[in-house]
């Protein structure tokens, strides 16, 4: 993984726990909605619940 990719990473969970897009990340942000992927041309959501 290159720097730049570490930090599009990082960008990108901030981003998603943000929710209510004021900058910060705090219990007040309601939780995020569950991931969802498209696999093999077919809509699934994410089994992963560690999160």
């Given at each position: 993984m290159?720097f730049?990719e570490?930090?599009l990473?990082g960008h990108?969970?901030?981003t998603?726990?943000?929710t ?7 219990n007040?942000?309601?939780a995020?909605?569950?991931?969802e992927?498209?696999?093999?041309n ?10």
């Amino acid at each position: 993984m290159t720097f730049a990719e570490y930090q599009l990473s990082g960008h990108r969970s901030f981003t998603r726990w943000d929710t209510d897009k004021d900058g910060i990340v705090n219990n007040l942000d309601p939780a995020p909605k569950k991931n969802e992927y498209v696999s093999n041309n077919k809509t699934a959501k994410s089994s992963n619940t560690n999160y």
